[in-house]
């Protein structure tokens, strides 16, 4: 598979994953962090920004890795 294809897969994988994440992240942010003390909820919310990276990881690796030799 070309770099070009996998950057292809990988950037629509990013998209599906980045929409349903942020619909988890609201109904999170909606449910139990509204009731928390304001420093709770601070960072709550910095690790609801931050934490659909670590996953996405080995996938950005993985869109970036070059073409093998022909």
């Known amino acids: 598979m070309t770099q070009s294809h996998r ?16 619909l988890v992240a609201m109904a999170l942010a909606q449910g139990r962090i509204t009731d928390a003390p ?6 709550a919310y910095i690790a609801l920004g931050l ?10 690796k ?7 030799p022909r």
Do not use: S
């Open 51 to 60: 934490a659909w990276v670590l996953p996405l990881l080995p996938l950005i």
């Open 38 to 43: 304001k420093l709770v909820q601070t960072i």
């Open 7 to 22: 950057k292809l897969i990988g950037t629509v994988a990013i998209l599906i994953f980045v929409c349903v994440y942020a």
């Open 62 to 68: 993985w869109m970036e890795r070059k073409d093998g």
